[in-house]
Nanobody
Framework: QVHLVESGGRLVQARGSLRLSCTIS????????LGWFRQAPGKDRDFVAA????????YYADFVQGRFTISKDDSRSTVWLQMNSLKPEDTAVYYC??????????????????WGQGTQVTVSS
């Protein structure tokens, strides 16, 4: 059974940086893609970033605008989301998820099958 655990979320001031981590166990890391989503109170869960299983391709939501970087280390079964130039509107719970659909839509949360519990990111103005 796949188990995902996110960490690294906390309160940070606007224009600050955070690095979120997601460690995965119970599966063969590196055989699937990975994504980050976020959900603000009262809003839908939105796509943030994704990385292919080979790490050869990455995908970002338009609102990222070059501020975030997704990366992974197969030897550590971990995927990260480096977030810079944070804005108050980035405040949300951030989730990582596994993407096992070859050639699927990286932006569609329905194409992700296993999810973590999330980590809270709060950006103060």
């Amino acid at each position: 059974q796949v188990h995902l655990v996110e960490s690294g979320g906390r309160l940070v001031q606007a224009r600050g940086s955070l690095r979120l981590s997601c460690t995965i166990s119970g599966s063969t890391f590196g055989t699937y893609g990975l994504g980050w989503f976020r959900q603000a109170p009262g809003k839908d869960r939105d796509f943030v970033a994704a990385i292919s299983r080979s790490a050869g391709s990455s995908y970002y939501a338009d609102f990222v605008q070059g501020r975030f970087t997704i990366s992974k280390d197969d030897s550590r079964s971990t995927v990260w989301l480096q977030m810079n130039s944070l804005k108050p509107e980035d405040t949300a719970v951030y989730y990582c998820a596994t993407h096992r659909v070859d050639g699927g839509n990286w932006y569609d949360l329905m194409q992700y099958d296993s999810w973590g519990q999330g980590t809270q990111v709060t950006v103060s103005s």
